[in-house]
């Protein structure tokens, strides 16, 4: 389904992921945060390009790789992303969201 | 908390054996919730203790006996020998999958916000003293305390080695 955001119109499923990359800006970006009830600050933009390049090298996303990353630990991560922060991470960062147990 | 809005707030996650499928069930179904934004407590009890136990924790191993999903008569379970084997084949898998070890696990679960207690009853019955369990159990407690931790609306609480033995668990998680 289509919708408009931030002047633009961008597709995304039925969760709410964008379903074209192409289409996320950081302006997109800075409204899904808030849509999530996230004020995105350079900590969390720092994580948030970390995604991006994990999935554009085609890794997979998990609670631990991220811990991992040296980028954050996996507490400031929660504290940065409360609700689900792997999903919510994702799903501002407009990447797929992750199929992932851990 | 929850992201969804399935009115579950909380899962309360038991875990009464050491043996690895057990464990691992536990610490999956944890971080699990944690990961899709809803609260999560786990309460060690009886030989679940074992997998919060600073010297044991690293020794636990897989159920070769009187375990029905596995792929040998549980008689040859019982060889001297089968048990580390098996735990050695099932580990490989697991790094496969990328899944920590127990004390790497644990860290994550603390990390994630999932807040652990041990039971009263079973430290007193294995004389085991909060300083001889892993440093984030946040206190030993009687199962009247965990259960008044869970007793809020939306609160679910499940036996963890339920998983893929009872049909009833997934009533349960529902």
Not at chain 2, 74 to 92: C, V, Y
Not at chain 2, 122 to 132: G, I, N, S, T, V
Request: charged residues 25%; hydrophobic residues 40%.
């Amino acid at each position: 389904m289509e919708k408009t955001i931030a002047g633009k119109t961008i597709n995304v499923n039925e969760e709410g992921f964008m379903t074209d990359f192409g289409q996320w800006t950081k302006e997109v970006g800075e409204e899904l945060g808030k849509e999530n009830e996230i004020d995105l600050t350079p900590r969390h933009w720092e994580v948030l390009t970390y995604i991006q390049d994990q999935v554009k090298k085609e890794v997979g996303l998990t609670i631990r790789g991220i811990g991992k990353s040296g980028i954050v630990d996996i507490k400031e991560f929660y504290a940065l992303f409360p609700k689900a922060p792997l999903k919510t991470a994702t799903k501002i960062a407009g990447v797929p969201k992750p199929a992932s147990c851990i | 908390m929850n992201e969804n809005n399935t009115g579950l707030k909380k899962m309360m996650i038991i875990l009464s054996k050491a043996t690895l499928d057990s464990v691992y069930a536990a610490f999956v179904l944890a971080n699990g919730a944690r990961m899709e934004g809803y609260e999560a407590e786990m309460f060690f009890t009886f030989f679940g203790l074992e997998a919060v136990h600073k010297k044991k924790m690293n020794d636990l191993r897989f159920a070769t006996v009187g375990n029905p999903a596995m792929p040998f008569p549980t008689m040859i379970g019982g060889l001297p020998g089968m048990e580390a084997m098996a735990t050695k084949m099932m580990k490989k898998e697991m790094a496969k999958l990328d899944l920590p070890e127990v004390p790497e696990f644990l860290e994550i679960l603390s990390a994630s916000g999932v807040r652990l207690w041990a039971c009263k009853l079973a430290a007193d019955m294995f004389k085991y003293k909060k300083e001889d369990l892993y440093e984030e159990i946040e206190a030993i407690i009687t199962v009247g305390d965990f259960y008044a931790r869970g007793s809020e609306p939306g609160h679910k609480c499940c036996l963890s080695d339920f998983v893929g033995r009872n049909k009833h668990f997934n009533k349960v998680f529902k």
